[in-house]
């Protein structure tokens, strides 16, 4: 297990995670993401919620979906983390991670949402819309 950091760009609110091989770490290309970071596509990981806490300051959240919010810092507006209502994952940005090197995404979803002159990696399994983990 892999006890990680993050925070967003001004660093008024951090948090960590504990990581074990095997959560999933996807890139989304999904529009919502492209909307909510200003990135043609966004990798996550997801971790059960007893895994992820903040440890410094509140993030602002965001219903971006019926059943998913999105978490930003109200500061610099650094996107974060996603929860959803039934508890089941907390999906953590990996470029807020103070160590993005530290996760692998592979898996991709919602590759038919994808810019065309974003890249994609074809080695990697992708899914054409939701992927199964999705929130
Ligand atoms: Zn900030
Ligand atoms: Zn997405």
Known sequence: M?????????????????????????????????????????????VPPSRFRVTKGRARGYASSAHATRWFCPDCGGPLYMTDDEGRSVGVTLGSLDAPEAIRPTVQGWVCERVSWQAWDETLPAYEKAPPYDL
């Open 2 to 46: 892999a006890r990680l950091t993050g925070g967003c760009l001004c660093g008024a609110v951090t948090y960590s995670l504990e990581y074990l091989p095997g959560d999933v770490a996807d890139i989304c290309f999904c529009r919502e993401c492209r909307k909510a970071s200003g990135a043609a596509s966004l990798p996550w990981v997801q």
